[in-house]
């Protein structure tokens, strides 16, 4: 069974940052396209960044491109998203999603909560 | 303001058949396969249909999806209470390099 479980999510100030990890099991990471999707509250789905299976190309959405980075540890099995400059409208759970690119996101973590607010 | 365009709401009684309707560009639409997500409050988000018209296993065939041009559409027939849910449509755009999402529509079985 793949699952993918998120963790690092929390209370940051704005302008602070955090290091979102995924966790993933029941899958050989290293041979897929991975994604981070958000949802801030009572907002739709947005697509933030999606990284290749080695690494080598990255993709951001333009709302986190220059503060965000994804990356990537295959003999970890997991992926990461750093949150940098971190502003209010960044509040949001942040999903870990099996798929790059198209956006075809057949696996979700349950997601982790970022809350920015001082 | 999404790049896909969906209505925010489609309401319809038990067992009728409704559509979502999904509207983009030659960009994403119009060059890439669509994608569709059930989203059920509380719970992660779905994959429905992917590439237009494929269901992954476990999905009833009720739930079906067509492409044309810049425009998608989800329909499900023999509508059930537990269909209702936010349905998001997705596509890889090209000029964005980016996936993009549509607004989402909340279905309401009334």
């Known amino acids: 069974e793949v699952q993918l479980l998120e963790s690092g999510g929390g209370l940051v100030q704005p302008g602070g940052s955090l290091r979102l990890a995924c966790a993933a099991s029941g899958l050989t990471l290293s041979n897929y396209g991975m994604s981070w999707v958000r949802q801030a509250p009572g907002k739709g789905l947005e697509w933030v960044s999606g990284?290749?299976?080695?690494?080598?190309?990255?993709y951001y959405a333009d709302s986190v491109k220059g503060r965000f980075t994804i990356s990537r540890d295959n003999s970890k099995n997991t992926l990461y998203l750093q949150l940098n400059s971190l502003r209010g409208e960044d509040t949001a759970v942040y999903y870990c999603?099996?798929?790059?690119?198209?956006?075809?996101?057949?696996?979700w973590g349950q997601g982790t909560l970022v809350t920015v607010s001082s | 303001q999404s790049v896909l365009t969906q209505p925010p709401s489609a309401s319809a009684t038990p067992g009728q058949r409704v559509t979502i309707s999904c509207s983009g560009s030659s960009s994403n639409v119009g060059s890439n396969t669509v994608n569709w997500y059930q989203h059920l409050p509380g719970t992660a988000p779905k994959l429905l249909i992917y590439t237009n018209n494929q269901r992954p296993s476990g999905v009833p065939d009720r739930f079906s999806g067509s492409k044309s041009g810049t425009s998608a559409s989800l329909a499900i027939s023999g509508l059930q209470s537990e269909d209702e849910a936010d349905y998001y449509c997705?596509?890889?755009?090209?000029?964005?390099?980016?996936?993009?999402f549509g607004g989402g529509t909340k279905l309401t079985v009334l």
């Open positions: 997705a596509a890889w755009d090209d000029s964005l390099n980016g996936a993009v």
């Open positions: 990284i290749n299976p080695t690494g080598i190309i990255t």
């Open positions: 999603v099996k798929g790059f690119p198209l956006a075809q996101f057949d696996y």
